[in-house]
């Protein structure tokens, strides 16, 4: 699609802001997949950010995935509102809850609690 093929069309979106909720999906989004590509690189010994073996590292950028996850599901929920929250976005706060627990666990083990 086209710069001037958007602005002529006569089905295109009105009144949309340049920072609404669908712009902060689409932002969270982006942020999946850069989170996703920090995951691949911190793989042991595969590249020089992840020299040395360390479990809380790859914990975090899990728990900010799930995180992220919840903030999706909020933000298309609100997007949708008359429909109920539903049981996909309950297991996606589930999973959030138990990626945390992942983070303090490695933290412990790392030595970053003691």
């Known amino acids: 699609m086209s710069w001037v093929g958007y602005h002529t ?9 340049f920072f609404n909720l669908a712009f902060v999906s689409f932002l969270i989004d982006i942020s999946l997949v850069v989170l ?45 509102r008359p429909q109920p929250f539903g049981r996909r976005r309950v297991v996606s706060v589930v999973w959030f809850c138990l990626s945390f627990l992942l983070v303090v666990a490695s933290a412990f083990v790392d030595g970053f609690i003691v």
Not at 40 to 50: C, D, F, G, I
Not at 58 to 66: H, K, S
Request: charge should be positive.
């Open 36 to 80: 996703y590509w920090m995951a691949v690189v911190y793989v042991e010994r595969t590249s020089p950010l992840a020299r040395n073996p360390a479990a809380l590292p790859r914990a975090l950028i899990v728990g900010m995935v799930f995180l992220l996850y919840v903030c999706s599901d909020l933000t298309a929920w609100q997007l949708r």
């Open 9 to 17: 069309s006569r089905n295109r979106a009105r009144g949309v802001e």
